[in-house]
Protein backbone atom coordinates (compact mmCIF):
# COMPACT_ATOMS: atom_id res chain seq x y z
CA UNK A 1 0.00 0.00 0.00
CA UNK A 2 3.12 2.64 1.17
CA UNK A 3 4.28 2.44 -2.81
CA UNK A 4 1.06 3.44 -4.37
CA UNK A 5 1.24 6.06 -1.81
CA UNK A 6 4.93 7.17 -3.34
CA UNK A 7 2.70 8.46 -6.41
CA UNK A 8 3.82 7.09 -9.50
CA UNK A 9 3.57 10.41 -11.00
CA UNK A 10 6.75 11.83 -8.74
CA UNK A 11 8.93 11.15 -11.38
CA UNK A 12 6.92 12.29 -14.74
CA UNK A 13 4.69 15.12 -13.73
CA UNK A 14 5.88 18.65 -12.91
CA UNK A 15 3.44 20.67 -11.40
CA UNK A 16 3.45 24.42 -12.69
CA UNK A 17 1.78 27.80 -10.91
CA UNK A 18 1.46 31.56 -11.45
CA UNK A 19 4.83 31.31 -8.88
CA UNK A 20 6.83 28.81 -10.81
CA UNK A 21 7.53 25.48 -10.76
CA UNK A 22 6.28 24.03 -7.79
CA UNK A 23 7.77 20.54 -6.51
CA UNK A 24 7.13 17.29 -7.85
CA UNK A 25 6.36 16.30 -4.24
CA UNK A 26 3.69 18.98 -4.15
CA UNK A 27 1.31 16.74 -6.38
CA UNK A 28 1.25 14.24 -4.11
CA UNK A 29 -0.82 14.94 -1.11
CA UNK A 30 -0.72 11.63 0.34
CA UNK A 31 2.70 10.87 0.21
CA UNK A 32 3.31 9.80 3.37
CA UNK A 33 6.02 11.30 6.42
CA UNK A 34 5.23 14.44 4.94
CA UNK A 35 4.63 16.87 7.63
CA UNK A 36 4.47 20.84 5.97
CA UNK A 37 6.56 22.80 7.65
CA UNK A 38 3.50 26.08 7.94
CA UNK A 39 2.30 23.89 10.41
CA UNK A 40 5.05 23.39 12.73
CA UNK A 41 6.17 24.81 15.77
CA UNK A 42 9.11 27.70 14.71
CA UNK A 43 11.90 28.88 16.94
CA UNK A 44 15.15 31.23 17.37
CA UNK A 45 16.86 29.56 20.05
CA UNK A 46 18.41 31.71 22.97
CA UNK A 47 20.32 30.84 25.49
CA UNK A 48 21.05 34.53 26.61
CA UNK A 49 25.22 33.91 27.50
CA UNK A 50 27.67 35.00 25.27
CA UNK A 51 31.03 32.95 25.41
CA UNK A 52 33.36 33.23 22.68
CA UNK A 53 35.86 30.37 21.80
CA UNK A 54 33.62 28.52 23.99
CA UNK A 55 36.23 25.45 26.48
CA UNK A 56 33.98 23.72 28.46
CA UNK A 57 35.37 21.22 31.49
CA UNK A 58 32.71 19.04 33.63
CA UNK A 59 33.52 19.73 37.65
CA UNK A 60 31.53 19.68 40.76
CA UNK A 61 28.40 18.21 39.32
CA UNK A 62 28.49 21.44 36.91
CA UNK A 63 29.45 22.63 33.43
CA UNK A 64 32.02 25.22 32.76
CA UNK A 65 33.01 27.11 29.64
CA UNK A 66 35.58 29.63 29.52
CA UNK A 67 36.19 31.59 26.52
CA UNK A 68 37.68 34.73 25.44
CA UNK A 69 37.39 38.70 26.81
CA UNK A 70 38.16 36.64 30.30
CA UNK A 71 34.20 35.51 29.89
CA UNK A 72 33.23 32.60 31.76
CA UNK A 73 29.51 30.46 32.24
CA UNK A 74 28.09 27.56 34.16
CA UNK A 75 24.90 24.82 33.58
CA UNK A 76 23.90 22.09 35.46
CA UNK A 77 22.53 20.77 32.28
CA UNK A 78 24.28 21.81 28.83
CA UNK A 79 21.28 23.45 28.36
CA UNK A 80 20.77 26.66 30.41
CA UNK A 81 23.46 28.69 31.19
CA UNK A 82 24.15 31.59 33.54
CA UNK A 83 27.20 34.25 33.52
CA UNK A 84 30.06 33.87 35.97
CA UNK A 85 32.70 36.45 34.88
CA UNK A 86 33.22 38.66 31.38
CA UNK A 87 35.26 41.66 30.54
CA UNK A 88 39.17 42.25 30.40
CA UNK A 89 39.35 44.72 33.72
CA UNK A 90 40.82 44.60 36.84
CA UNK A 91 37.51 43.91 38.97
CA UNK A 92 36.88 40.63 36.81
CA UNK A 93 37.28 38.03 39.27
CA UNK A 94 38.05 35.87 37.03
CA UNK A 95 42.39 36.37 37.92
CA UNK A 96 43.55 37.76 40.92
CA UNK A 97 46.67 39.41 39.75
CA UNK A 98 46.66 39.98 35.89
CA UNK A 99 46.53 43.21 35.97
CA UNK A 100 49.00 43.98 38.71
CA UNK A 101 51.17 47.03 38.39
CA UNK A 102 53.86 45.05 36.36
CA UNK A 103 50.84 43.80 33.45
CA UNK A 104 54.20 41.07 33.00
CA UNK A 105 51.23 39.00 30.78
CA UNK A 106 51.01 42.15 28.45
CA UNK A 107 54.83 43.74 28.55
CA UNK A 108 56.34 41.75 25.45
CA UNK A 109 52.99 41.68 23.16
CA UNK A 110 51.14 45.65 24.69
CA UNK A 111 48.32 46.56 23.59
CA UNK A 112 45.54 45.93 20.71
CA UNK A 113 45.43 48.12 17.94
CA UNK A 114 42.20 49.74 20.02
CA UNK A 115 44.52 50.31 23.03
CA UNK A 116 43.39 47.89 25.61
CA UNK A 117 44.26 44.44 25.80
CA UNK A 118 43.24 41.34 24.75
CA UNK A 119 42.85 38.06 26.62
CA UNK A 120 41.97 35.54 24.38
CA UNK A 121 40.57 31.40 24.38
CA UNK A 122 41.73 30.04 27.49
CA UNK A 123 40.91 26.20 27.92
CA UNK A 124 40.96 24.50 31.73
CA UNK A 125 41.96 21.71 32.73
CA UNK A 126 42.84 19.73 35.70
CA UNK A 127 46.12 18.78 36.67
CA UNK A 128 46.54 16.12 39.57
CA UNK A 129 49.77 16.05 39.83
CA UNK A 130 49.71 19.69 41.30
CA UNK A 131 46.80 19.34 42.57
CA UNK A 132 45.33 22.70 40.50
CA UNK A 133 42.84 23.86 38.01
CA UNK A 134 44.97 25.19 35.30
CA UNK A 135 43.98 27.77 32.65
CA UNK A 136 46.30 28.25 29.53
CA UNK A 137 45.59 31.49 27.90
CA UNK A 138 46.91 33.58 25.66
CA UNK A 139 47.33 37.90 25.53
CA UNK A 140 48.16 39.36 21.81
CA UNK A 141 47.96 42.71 19.99
CA UNK A 142 48.29 41.79 15.88
CA UNK A 143 47.92 38.64 14.37
CA UNK A 144 51.42 37.42 14.87
CA UNK A 145 52.46 38.80 17.76
CA UNK A 146 51.16 37.04 20.99
CA UNK A 147 52.32 35.35 24.29
CA UNK A 148 50.48 31.88 25.75
CA UNK A 149 49.72 31.79 29.60
CA UNK A 150 49.05 29.56 32.45
CA UNK A 151 47.31 30.17 35.67
CA UNK A 152 46.51 27.89 38.46
CA UNK A 153 43.76 27.44 40.52
CA UNK A 154 42.86 25.94 43.45
CA UNK A 155 39.08 25.93 42.21
CA UNK A 156 37.75 25.70 38.64
CA UNK A 157 35.81 28.90 39.05
CA UNK A 158 38.78 30.86 39.87
CA UNK A 159 40.05 33.18 41.05
CA UNK A 160 43.45 32.10 38.74
CA UNK A 161 46.76 33.33 39.97
CA UNK A 162 48.93 34.22 36.85
CA UNK A 163 52.25 32.13 36.71
CA UNK A 164 53.82 32.49 33.62
CA UNK A 165 54.41 32.41 30.37
CA UNK A 166 55.40 30.00 28.50
CA UNK A 167 55.64 30.38 24.36
CA UNK A 168 56.19 34.02 22.61
CA UNK A 169 55.15 34.74 18.55
CA UNK A 170 55.52 37.47 16.09
CA UNK A 171 59.35 38.06 17.40
CA UNK A 172 61.81 39.90 15.24
CA UNK A 173 65.64 39.55 15.40
CA UNK A 174 65.38 42.28 17.67
CA UNK A 175 62.79 41.85 19.80
CA UNK A 176 63.78 37.71 20.32
CA UNK A 177 66.06 39.40 23.08
CA UNK A 178 62.54 39.71 25.08
CA UNK A 179 61.42 36.12 24.61
CA UNK A 180 62.66 33.18 26.20
CA UNK A 181 63.50 31.19 22.48
CA UNK A 182 66.67 31.51 22.63
CA UNK A 183 66.97 30.39 26.19
CA UNK A 184 65.36 27.13 24.80
CA UNK A 185 66.99 26.77 21.41
CA UNK A 186 70.14 28.92 22.16
CA UNK A 187 71.09 31.84 20.47
CA UNK A 188 72.87 30.55 17.46
CA UNK A 189 69.63 28.50 16.28
CA UNK A 190 67.00 30.87 15.57
CA UNK A 191 67.66 32.03 11.82
CA UNK A 192 64.60 29.47 10.65
CA UNK A 193 62.16 31.87 12.27
CA UNK A 194 62.90 34.63 10.22
CA UNK A 195 62.36 36.43 6.95
CA UNK A 196 65.02 38.81 6.44
CA UNK A 197 64.46 40.73 10.17
CA UNK A 198 61.06 40.08 10.53
CA UNK A 199 58.97 36.79 11.46
CA UNK A 200 58.38 33.91 9.25
CA UNK A 201 54.64 33.76 10.05
CA UNK A 202 53.69 31.79 6.96
CA UNK A 203 55.92 28.56 8.57
CA UNK A 204 55.88 29.25 11.98
CA UNK A 205 52.83 29.66 14.49
CA UNK A 206 50.72 32.75 16.18
CA UNK A 207 51.17 31.39 19.83
CA UNK A 208 47.08 31.75 20.85
CA UNK A 209 44.74 29.20 20.80
CA UNK A 210 45.62 26.59 23.17
CA UNK A 211 43.84 23.81 24.40
CA UNK A 212 44.95 20.32 26.57
CA UNK A 213 44.36 17.12 26.80
CA UNK A 214 45.47 13.96 28.30
CA UNK A 215 46.16 10.82 25.91
CA UNK A 216 45.70 7.26 26.66
CA UNK A 217 48.34 6.82 28.42
CA UNK A 218 48.05 9.66 30.89
CA UNK A 219 50.39 12.28 28.96
CA UNK A 220 49.14 16.15 29.32
CA UNK A 221 49.48 17.59 25.41
CA UNK A 222 48.68 21.25 24.68
CA UNK A 223 47.44 21.93 20.84
CA UNK A 224 47.81 25.54 19.84
CA UNK A 225 47.67 28.08 16.35
CA UNK A 226 46.14 30.04 14.62
CA UNK A 227 46.43 30.89 10.87
CA UNK A 228 50.00 31.86 10.11
CA UNK A 229 52.08 29.08 10.52
CA UNK A 230 49.38 26.74 11.35
CA UNK A 231 48.69 24.48 14.52
CA UNK A 232 50.96 22.87 16.64
CA UNK A 233 51.47 20.64 19.37
CA UNK A 234 53.58 19.95 22.77
CA UNK A 235 53.73 18.06 25.53
CA UNK A 236 53.29 19.37 28.81
CA UNK A 237 55.44 18.93 32.15
CA UNK A 238 52.41 17.76 34.74
CA UNK A 239 54.78 18.79 37.79
CA UNK A 240 55.38 22.17 36.21
CA UNK A 241 52.65 23.35 33.63
CA UNK A 242 55.79 23.96 31.34
CA UNK A 243 56.48 22.54 27.83
CA UNK A 244 58.64 20.00 27.09
CA UNK A 245 60.74 21.05 24.26
CA UNK A 246 61.14 18.32 22.25
CA UNK A 247 64.48 17.51 19.75
CA UNK A 248 64.40 18.85 16.64
CA UNK A 249 63.38 16.83 13.82
CA UNK A 250 62.74 18.88 10.66
CA UNK A 251 61.88 15.68 8.77
CA UNK A 252 58.73 14.81 11.10
CA UNK A 253 57.85 18.42 11.18
CA UNK A 254 58.99 19.05 14.62
CA UNK A 255 60.97 22.05 15.92
CA UNK A 256 62.90 22.40 19.29
CA UNK A 257 60.92 25.48 20.22
CA UNK A 258 56.89 25.30 19.24
CA UNK A 259 56.87 21.40 18.93
CA UNK A 260 55.76 19.22 16.02
CA UNK A 261 52.87 20.90 13.21
CA UNK A 262 49.67 19.24 12.95
CA UNK A 263 47.95 20.98 10.21
CA UNK A 264 47.89 24.22 8.45
CA UNK A 265 50.45 26.96 7.24
CA UNK A 266 50.77 29.53 4.59
CA UNK A 267 48.35 31.97 6.83
CA UNK A 268 45.58 29.85 5.58
CA UNK A 269 42.90 29.91 7.73
CA UNK A 270 43.03 27.10 10.08
CA UNK A 271 42.66 28.12 13.86
CA UNK A 272 41.26 26.85 17.67
CA UNK A 273 42.24 23.49 17.47
CA UNK A 274 41.18 21.13 20.19
CA UNK A 275 41.74 17.41 21.15
CA UNK A 276 39.54 14.76 22.49
CA UNK A 277 40.82 11.47 23.35
CA UNK A 278 38.18 8.27 23.01
CA UNK A 279 38.81 5.20 24.56
CA UNK A 280 36.04 3.30 22.87
CA UNK A 281 37.06 4.44 19.39
CA UNK A 282 40.49 4.49 20.43
CA UNK A 283 41.01 7.79 18.43
CA UNK A 284 42.56 11.32 18.81
CA UNK A 285 39.97 13.96 17.28
CA UNK A 286 41.52 17.12 15.96
CA UNK A 287 38.62 20.00 15.33
CA UNK A 288 39.84 23.26 13.83
CA UNK A 289 37.91 26.21 12.37
CA UNK A 290 38.51 27.58 9.05
CA UNK A 291 37.57 31.26 7.87
CA UNK A 292 36.59 34.27 9.57
CA UNK A 293 34.76 34.26 12.73
CA UNK A 294 32.69 37.21 11.81
CA UNK A 295 28.88 36.55 10.65
CA UNK A 296 29.62 36.41 6.63
CA UNK A 297 32.95 34.95 6.96
CA UNK A 298 32.46 31.39 6.49
CA UNK A 299 33.62 30.09 9.81
CA UNK A 300 32.97 26.58 10.35
CA UNK A 301 34.13 23.38 12.08
CA UNK A 302 36.58 20.37 10.55
CA UNK A 303 37.64 17.43 11.74
CA UNK A 304 40.17 15.19 11.51
CA UNK A 305 41.55 11.86 13.33
CA UNK A 306 44.84 9.91 14.72
CA UNK A 307 45.98 7.39 16.42
CA UNK A 308 48.60 8.77 17.75
CA UNK A 309 48.37 12.34 20.30
CA UNK A 310 51.04 13.97 18.23
CA UNK A 311 49.57 13.24 14.74
CA UNK A 312 49.71 12.52 11.74
CA UNK A 313 45.74 13.61 11.75
CA UNK A 314 44.14 12.59 8.75
CA UNK A 315 40.59 13.43 7.27
CA UNK A 316 38.12 11.12 5.91
CA UNK A 317 39.95 11.03 2.11
CA UNK A 318 42.83 9.56 4.58
CA UNK A 319 44.60 13.16 3.59
CA UNK A 320 46.64 15.39 6.09
CA UNK A 321 47.10 19.16 6.00
CA UNK A 322 50.52 19.61 5.17
CA UNK A 323 52.13 23.48 5.64
CA UNK A 324 52.72 23.34 1.52
CA UNK A 325 49.16 22.86 0.73
CA UNK A 326 47.99 26.51 -0.63
CA UNK A 327 44.42 25.93 -0.94
CA UNK A 328 43.05 24.41 2.53
CA UNK A 329 39.86 24.07 1.23
CA UNK A 330 39.40 20.54 0.19
CA UNK A 331 40.99 18.98 3.76
CA UNK A 332 39.15 17.95 6.63
CA UNK A 333 35.36 17.08 7.16
CA UNK A 334 33.30 19.90 7.20
CA UNK A 335 31.11 19.37 9.87
CA UNK A 336 28.89 22.35 9.98
CA UNK A 337 28.92 25.96 8.20
CA UNK A 338 26.06 28.30 7.90
CA UNK A 339 22.68 26.62 7.54
CA UNK A 340 18.98 26.79 8.36
CA UNK A 341 15.84 24.21 8.72
CA UNK A 342 12.44 25.17 7.75
CA UNK A 343 11.43 25.71 11.82
CA UNK A 344 13.88 27.98 12.45
CA UNK A 345 13.24 31.86 12.47
CA UNK A 346 17.26 32.82 11.84
CA UNK A 347 19.98 30.76 10.23
CA UNK A 348 23.01 29.43 12.16
CA UNK A 349 26.07 31.42 10.64
CA UNK A 350 29.86 31.14 11.16
CA UNK A 351 29.93 28.29 13.90
CA UNK A 352 33.36 27.86 15.24
CA UNK A 353 36.16 27.93 17.63
CA UNK A 354 34.92 24.76 19.14
CA UNK A 355 35.48 22.89 22.00
CA UNK A 356 34.19 18.99 23.05
CA UNK A 357 33.36 16.83 26.31
CA UNK A 358 32.71 13.19 26.74
CA UNK A 359 31.22 12.64 29.64
CA UNK A 360 31.05 9.64 32.51
CA UNK A 361 28.57 7.63 30.55
CA UNK A 362 30.48 8.29 26.73
CA UNK A 363 27.67 10.44 25.19
CA UNK A 364 30.29 12.96 23.16
CA UNK A 365 29.33 16.69 23.20
CA UNK A 366 30.31 19.69 20.82
CA UNK A 367 30.28 23.17 22.43
CA UNK A 368 30.91 25.97 20.09
CA UNK A 369 29.42 29.62 19.36
CA UNK A 370 27.38 30.63 16.40
CA UNK A 371 26.28 34.03 14.75
CA UNK A 372 22.80 34.29 13.41
CA UNK A 373 21.77 36.28 10.00
CA UNK A 374 19.94 38.69 12.07
CA UNK A 375 22.93 41.30 10.91
CA UNK A 376 24.91 42.00 13.60
CA UNK A 377 27.82 40.20 15.32
CA UNK A 378 25.63 38.82 18.41
CA UNK A 379 26.84 35.27 19.47
CA UNK A 380 26.12 32.95 21.91
CA UNK A 381 27.10 29.07 22.86
CA UNK A 382 25.77 25.93 21.40
CA UNK A 383 25.97 22.53 22.61
CA UNK A 384 25.24 19.10 20.44
CA UNK A 385 25.23 15.66 20.86
CA UNK A 386 27.75 13.93 18.64
CA UNK A 387 27.46 10.46 17.68
CA UNK A 388 29.82 7.64 16.60
CA UNK A 389 29.52 6.23 12.95
CA UNK A 390 30.29 2.32 12.55
CA UNK A 391 33.68 2.97 10.64
CA UNK A 392 35.14 5.28 13.85
CA UNK A 393 34.30 8.93 12.97
CA UNK A 394 32.25 11.54 14.87
CA UNK A 395 28.72 13.41 13.66
CA UNK A 396 27.35 16.13 14.79
CA UNK A 397 23.20 16.25 16.01
CA UNK A 398 21.63 18.93 13.74
CA UNK A 399 19.95 20.72 16.20
CA UNK A 400 21.19 22.22 19.62
CA UNK A 401 20.63 19.89 22.71
CA UNK A 402 18.08 19.59 24.25
CA UNK A 403 18.23 15.90 26.28
CA UNK A 404 15.50 14.21 23.67
CA UNK A 405 18.79 12.69 21.52
CA UNK A 406 19.32 8.70 21.18
CA UNK A 407 20.26 6.55 18.66
CA UNK A 408 16.93 5.51 16.36
CA UNK A 409 17.01 1.86 16.60
CA UNK A 410 14.44 -0.34 16.54
CA UNK A 411 12.33 1.32 13.64
CA UNK A 412 11.03 -0.30 10.19
CA UNK A 413 11.96 0.84 6.67
CA UNK A 414 8.34 2.20 6.51
CA UNK A 415 9.03 4.56 9.37
CA UNK A 416 11.93 5.74 8.46
CA UNK A 417 11.36 6.27 5.15
CA UNK A 418 9.99 9.53 4.02
CA UNK A 419 10.39 13.57 3.13
CA UNK A 420 13.44 14.87 4.71
CA UNK A 421 14.96 18.20 4.73
CA UNK A 422 18.80 17.68 3.63
CA UNK A 423 21.66 20.10 4.33
CA UNK A 424 24.83 19.15 2.73
CA UNK A 425 27.56 21.41 4.28
CA UNK A 426 29.96 21.02 1.64
CA UNK A 427 33.29 22.30 1.75
CA UNK A 428 33.71 25.14 0.80
CA UNK A 429 34.19 28.52 2.92
CA UNK A 430 31.84 31.45 2.15
CA UNK A 431 28.76 33.47 3.17
CA UNK A 432 25.69 31.47 1.53
CA UNK A 433 23.66 29.65 3.88
CA UNK A 434 22.90 26.19 3.14
CA UNK A 435 18.63 25.52 3.55
CA UNK A 436 17.39 22.87 3.94
CA UNK A 437 15.59 21.15 0.73
CA UNK A 438 13.28 18.52 0.49
CA UNK A 439 14.35 14.51 -0.55
CA UNK A 440 12.24 11.75 -0.19
CA UNK A 441 13.58 8.35 0.82
CA UNK A 442 11.74 5.45 -0.70
CA UNK A 443 10.60 2.03 1.03
CA UNK A 444 12.31 0.28 -1.91
CA UNK A 445 15.55 2.18 -0.93
CA UNK A 446 15.97 4.81 -3.46
CA UNK A 447 16.62 8.52 -2.91
CA UNK A 448 14.97 11.11 -4.75
CA UNK A 449 15.99 14.74 -4.89
CA UNK A 450 13.61 17.86 -4.78
CA UNK A 451 12.91 17.64 -8.53
CA UNK A 452 11.85 14.40 -8.39
CA UNK A 453 14.91 12.72 -10.24
CA UNK A 454 16.64 9.49 -8.90
CA UNK A 455 19.71 10.25 -7.30
CA UNK A 456 20.93 7.34 -5.57
CA UNK A 457 20.51 4.88 -2.26
CA UNK A 458 19.99 4.22 1.32
CA UNK A 459 19.81 1.87 3.50
CA UNK A 460 19.37 1.61 7.24
CA UNK A 461 20.92 -0.60 9.96
CA UNK A 462 17.49 -1.00 12.68
CA UNK A 463 19.83 -2.49 15.64
CA UNK A 464 22.43 0.13 15.80
CA UNK A 465 21.20 3.03 13.68
CA UNK A 466 23.47 3.05 10.82
CA UNK A 467 22.40 4.68 7.84
CA UNK A 468 24.02 4.92 4.71
CA UNK A 469 23.31 6.81 1.58
CA UNK A 470 24.85 6.15 -2.06
CA UNK A 471 23.57 9.63 -3.83
CA UNK A 472 25.83 11.24 -7.20
CA UNK A 473 27.45 13.70 -5.08
CA UNK A 474 29.20 10.77 -2.39
CA UNK A 475 28.58 7.79 -0.39
CA UNK A 476 27.39 9.03 3.34
CA UNK A 477 28.24 7.08 6.24
CA UNK A 478 26.51 7.96 9.50
CA UNK A 479 23.08 7.27 12.27
CA UNK A 480 19.61 8.11 12.34
CA UNK A 481 18.88 9.63 15.47
CA UNK A 482 15.49 10.81 17.93
CA UNK A 483 15.62 14.16 18.67
CA UNK A 484 13.39 17.10 19.35
CA UNK A 485 14.38 20.62 17.23
CA UNK A 486 14.77 23.71 18.64
CA UNK A 487 11.16 24.71 18.67
CA UNK A 488 10.24 21.46 20.52
CA UNK A 489 8.86 19.31 17.18
CA UNK A 490 9.85 15.56 16.79
CA UNK A 491 11.84 14.26 14.18
CA UNK A 492 13.88 12.03 13.05
CA UNK A 493 17.26 12.47 12.12
CA UNK A 494 20.19 11.78 9.85
CA UNK A 495 23.51 12.88 10.43
CA UNK A 496 26.42 11.55 8.37
CA UNK A 497 29.45 12.44 6.68
CA UNK A 498 31.30 11.44 3.32
CA UNK A 499 34.30 10.30 1.38
CA UNK A 500 34.62 13.97 0.18
CA UNK A 501 34.37 15.17 3.35
CA UNK A 502 30.87 16.88 3.47
CA UNK A 503 28.83 16.48 6.42
CA UNK A 504 24.90 15.84 5.64
CA UNK A 505 21.85 16.40 8.06
CA UNK A 506 18.58 15.20 7.09
CA UNK A 507 15.52 16.21 9.19
CA UNK A 508 12.03 14.43 8.67
CA UNK A 509 9.39 16.32 10.91
CA UNK A 510 7.05 14.08 12.57
CA UNK A 511 3.29 14.23 14.06
CA UNK A 512 3.40 15.31 18.04
Not at 140 to 161: M, Q, R, W
Not at 272 to 294: A, C, E, M, N, R
Amino acid sequence: MKHQRECRKISTITILSLAGAVSMFSACAELPHRIDPVTLKKSSLRTGVSVHDPSIVAADGNYYVFGSHMASAVSKDLISWQPLHSGVTKYNKLFDNLFDPDLRAFKYVGRNSEGSYSVWAPDVIYNPVMGKWMMYFCTTSTYIKSNLCFATADSVEGPYHFQDIILYSGFTRTTIKETNVEAVVGPENTTRYFHFNNYKNTLWPNAIDPALFYDAEGRLWMTYGSWSGGIFILEIDQKTGYPIHPKANPAKGIDPYFGRHLAGGLHNSVEGPYIIYDKTSGYYYLFVSYGSLQSNGGYQIRLFRSKNPDGPYTDKKGETLDQGKANHTPYGIKLMGNYKFPTFLQAYMAPGHNSALINETGDIFLVHHTRFDGGNEYHEIRVRRMFRTSDGWVVAAPFAYNGTEKLATGHTIDEVSGFYYFVNHGTTISSVIEEGKEYFLQTNGRVRDNTGRDIGSWTYNPTTADIQLALTNGHFEGVLIQTNDEAGNPTLSLTAISENNEALWGVQYLQP
